[in-house]
C-alpha cells in the first residue's frame, strides 16, 4: 500500500465519519429511549418491551456495521483497533450494557470533539451535557442491575436517580448504594467521570483565570503585536538607508548573500 | 429598528440594572428574611406568617416586574429571554422556591460581577460570600421540605445546616440526607454549587501560583517593557539617521509611503 | 502622628515579629501537648491535669500580651484590629478552644510565610505540615466536645483521627461523625481546610506542569535573554552611526533631546 | 574523596539503576502475586501458602541487597539516606506490608520517571496506572488486615476492591469501611493518593488548557520566533552599515571594542 493510499484512505475515513455523525446520534437517541423506557416503567406490556429490545438489536447492528466499515476504511487496521479498542469492547461484550450507554455518550461526544479543541466555552458545554447524559445513562443501568436483587437498596428510578447525582460529585451519602457487581461497575464509571468532570470544571476556571488576572499573559500578547510593528520599523529603516546609499557604492550587493 | 436604537436600548438597560442593583439587594433581603424566619421558628404565631408570606409575594411580584421592565428595554428581546432563561423559570415556577432564593443570590452577585472580572481577591470574596448565602439558604429550603415527612432525618435547624454543610464540600458523611424529591432537588443545586466553589478556589490558586512561581510569566511582563523601549531606541536611531541625510536626497520621500 | 512615625513604627513591628515568633511558636507547643495530654489520656492523676490547665492558662495570657503588644506598635491601631480580628476572635472567646489551636497553627504558619512567599517546594512543604496539624488538633478537639455525650460515637482517640482523616480529605465514610455542636464546628474548619488543602496541591501541581509542559512559558524566558542581546545590538548600532558622523554634523545634537 | 570521585560514583549509581530497573520491577511483580493470592484464595494448600511466603522472603532479600548498593555507590552516604527515607522505613519495619506494597508501586514509577518529566500524556498514562496498582494493593492489604476480625465488614476481596475504588474517588459511601489499625493505615494511604490523583487529573488539563486557550502561551511562541528574525534583520543591518563606511573611516575600529 503506498504512501498515497494510505492518504487518500484516511481521507475516506475521515468523509464517512463526518456524513455519518448524525445517523449515529439518532440511532443512539434511540438506543437510549429503547433501553430507558422498560427499565423506568417495569410494568410495560410486553409487546413493547419486545419492540424495545428488537430496536436494542438493530441498533447495535448498525453499530457493528459502522466498525466494521470503519475498519475497512483505516489505513493502517492493526493500529485502528488499537486505538479504537473501546469501541470493540463495547461491540463484543454484550454483558457490558452500560458500557455501550457509555458508547453511546462517546458518539454523542464525536459531535462536538472539534469545538472542544478550539473555544473555553464549547469545552464546558460539552462537559456538563456530557454529565448529565452519564448521569441518566448510569442511573438506568444501576436500577437495571439492582432491582428485585435481594439485599439491594435501590429500587425505584427516582432513587437511581438521587444515587447516581451523590457519586458523580463524590458526595456519597451511602443512604443508598449498589450491591451487585454490574451496579458497582456502573458506579466505577460514574466515579472516574466524576473525577473527570471536577478536573475538567476547575481546569477551564483555572485557564481562564490564569488569562484574566496574570499580567504575564496580557503582557506577552501585547509584545507579541508590538513585535509586529517593531518589525516593519527596523525594515523600513533597512529600506531608507539602502535607498540612501545603495547608488553610491557596489559593496552592497557583496553585503546581500551574507543576509 | 436601527443600530442606533440597538446602542441607546443597550445603554439604556445598563443604566437600569446600575439604578436597580441596590433596591433589588434590599428586596433580596427581605424576601430571604421572610422566607427564612418561618422555617426557623416553627411555632410563630399565624399573625407574623401571614405578615411573611405577604412579603415573599410583594418581593416576586418586583422581581416579576424587574424582568419585564429588563425585558422591554432590551435591544433584541428574543435574544434577552434565552439569555436570561434561569431567571424566568425562577419567576414563573411558583414551587421552585429553592430555586427562588439562588435567585437571590444571583441578584446579590450582581453586585460584585464588575469586580470580579477584575481582581483575584474580590473573585475568591465573592465566592466565599456565594458559598455561605448557598449552604444558608439550601439549609432553610431543605428543612422546608423535609421537616414532618415521615422517614425524613432532618428535622431541625442545626442539622439542616450540618447537612448543608457536608454536602457543599462533598464529604457527605451520610447521617443526614434528604428523603424527598424537593429535598434532593436542594441537594442537587448545593453539590453543583459545593463542585463550582471547589473549583473557584482550586482555580484561583493556580493562577496565582502560576503568577508567582513561573519564570514565563515574569519575563514576559518584563519583556513587555523592553520592547517599549527598544521601539523607541529604533525610532530615535531612524530620525538621525534621517537628519543627517535628508537634506541630500529626495528618495526618502519616496521611500516613506512604503512604510 | 507623621508619615516617619508610621515607617519607623512599622519597622519596629516586624522587628518584634520577627524576635517573637521562636518563643511564640515553643508556647504554641507547649499550648498543644497541655492541650493533648489529658484528652488522650483520661485517667490523668488531678494534679497532672491542674498542671496543664495552668499550663494553657500562662499560654493564652502571652498570646494576649503579645496581641497587645503588636497592637501598640501597629502605625494605624484600627487597620490592625481589623486586619487580625482572627487573633482577637480566638483570644476573646474562651468557649472556642478548638479555633485557639487553629490559632496555634497560624502561628507556627508565620515561620515559613515568607518561605512559602518564594518556592514551590516550601508551599508544598507547609501545606502537608499545616494538615497534619489541623487533623491532630481537630482530632482531640472533636473527642473533648464528643466523649461521653449520650448518642455520640467518638469516643477513643485512635477513633478521633480516623474521623479526622476521613473528614480532611471529604471522603467522609459516615461510619464516625460528631453530634454535638462544638463537635460540628471541629468538622466545619476541618471541610474548609480539607477544600483548601486539596486547592493548594492541585494548584501546585498545575503550576508545575504549566513551567514545564507549555512551550509559551519556556519561549517567553527565552525571548527575555534575546531581549537584552537585542537592545544592546540596536544600541550599538546607534554609537557606530553617531561615531562615523557625528564630527561631520551639528543636526546630531539637535536630534539628542527628542530621544 | 574527590569532586572527580564523586561524579564517577554518581554516573556509577546512575548506570545501576538503570540495569536494574527490569529485574527490580519483575521482582516486584513476583512479590504482588507471592502476596496476591494467599490472601485472595483463602483455602490455599499450605505448601504454595509456604511458598509464597518463601518468596516474599526472597523479594524482600533482594530489594535490602539493592539498598545496600545503592548507598555504597552513593557519592555522599548521608544525604543518600536521607533522599531515600521512604526505600529504608519500608524495608525495615516489617509489619508495613501495605506501604511495602506502595513500594513497589515506586519501583514501577521508577521506570517512567524520566518520561513523565517530558510530556502530559506520559504523565497521565502512568498516574493512571500507579492508581490503579495502588486500589489493587490496598484491597489486597485492607482485606488481609480486616478478614475474621470480629465487627469488621470486608469479609470478600470483590467487597475490598469496591472499598478501596470508593476510597480512592473520596466518594467514601461508607457501606463498607476498615476498622482495624492497619486497615485504616491503609486507608490513610489510599485517601493521600486520592487526593494526588485528583490533583494531576487537575492539573494535566489545567495546563493542557491553558496552553489550548490562552493567547498569551501561543503570543510568547509567537515572538521568539519572529525575535530571531528580527535579530538577524538588525545584525545584517549593521553589516550592511559597516560594508558602506567602514573603508572610508577609521573611526569604525576604534568604535568595535565598544561593542
Redesign the interface.
Known amino acids: 500500500m503506498t504512501e498515497a493510499d494510505h492518504r487518500r484512505n484516511d481521507a475516506r475515513l475521515q468523509e464517512w465519519r463526518n456524513r455519518t455523525i448524525v445517523p449515529m446520534v439518532a440511532a443512539a437517541s434511540v438506543f437510549l429511549a429503547a433501553y430507558a423506557w422498560p427499565i423506568i416503567d417495569p410494568d410495560l406490556p410486553a409487546v413493547w418491551e419486545g419492540v424495545c429490545s428488537a430496536a436494542l438489536v438493530v441498533v447495535w447492528a448498525l453499530f457493528c456495521a459502522d466498525y466494521v466499515v470503519r475498519l475497512w476504511l483505516a489505513p493502517q487496521r492493526v493500529a485502528f483497533v488499537r486505538r479504537n479498542w473501546f469501541d470493540l469492547l463495547v461491540l463484543l461484550v454484550p454483558v457490558l450494557r452500560t458500557l455501550r450507554l457509555v458508547q453511546v455518550i462517546v458518539v454523542l461526544g464525536l459531535v462536538n470533539k472539534r469545538a472542544t479543541?478550539t473555544?473555553?466555552a464549547s469545552?464546558s458545554k460539552y462537559s456538563v451535557a456530557a454529565a448529565l447524559l452519564i448521569v441518566f445513562c448510569a442511573a438506568l443501568a444501576v436500577l437495571d442491575a439492582e432491582r428485585g436483587v435481594p439485599g439491594a437498596v435501590i429500587h425505584t428510578f427516582?432513587d437511581a436517580l438521587?444515587w447516581a447525582?451523590?457519586?458523580v460529585?463524590?458526595?456519597?451519602?451511602?443512604?443508598l448504594?449498589p450491591v451487585t457487581?454490574e451496579g458497582?461497575l456502573v458506579?466505577?464509571v460514574l466515579?472516574?467521570a466524576?473525577?473527570?468532570?471536577?478536573?475538567?470544571?476547575?481546569?477551564?476556571?483555572?485557564?481562564?483565570?490564569?488569562?484574566?488576572?496574570?499580567?504575564?499573559?496580557?503582557?506577552?500578547?501585547?509584545?507579541?503585536k508590538?513585535?509586529?510593528?517593531?518589525?516593519?520599523?527596523?525594515?523600513?529603516?533597512?529600506?531608507?538607508?539602502?535607498?540612501?546609499?545603495a547608488p553610491?557604492?557596489p559593496?552592497?550587493e557583496?553585503?546581500d548573500p551574507?543576509?
Open positions: 479543541m473555544m473555553r469545552v427516582p438521587w447525582a451523590t457519586t460529585t463524590t458526595v456519597g451519602y451511602g443512604d448504594y457487581a458497582r458506579a466505577g466515579f472516574t466524576g473525577i473527570a468532570l471536577l478536573g475538567v470544571v476547575t481546569a477551564t476556571l483555572a485557564s481562564w483565570f490564569v488569562e484574566k488576572f496574570n499580567e504575564g499573559q496580557e503582557s506577552a500578547a501585547a509584545t507579541q508590538q513585535m509586529v510593528e517593531l518589525m516593519e520599523e527596523v525594515r523600513s529603516l533597512r529600506a531608507e538607508l539602502a535607498a540612501r546609499t553610491a557604492e559593496a552592497a557583496e553585503a551574507g543576509r
